[in-house]
């Protein structure tokens, strides 16, 4: 939805966003915590269908959850910035 803005359930055109959804990563003796994912969600404003995204990250951010217990690895790590080739 986030790139077609057609729902892929119903083919509906109605398609609502929330910019800014956080998510509560809970923490080891049960409480959430305030830290969390910053996400995207879509829904369809006719079947109700939804989906989530992760914000883009910026770039200077390698690692989303780098502050978090959550254990992260990328599969295909972003591109190193090369220079020109010489």
Known sequence: MKTTKQ??????HVIGMFPDV????????GSNSTRGFHLEAY???ECG?????????????QTPLEDTEMKFRWI?????????YR
Do not use: T
């Open 7 to 12: 729902c892929p359930k119903c083919s509906s």
């Open 22 to 29: 956080r998510q509560p990563i809970a923490a080891k003796d």
């Open 43 to 45: 829904f369809c404003g």
């Open 49 to 61: 269908y939804f989906e989530q995204y992760l914000q883009a990250l910026p770039a200077e951010r």
């Open 76 to 84: 295909r790590p972003p591109a190193e910035s090369q220079g020109p």
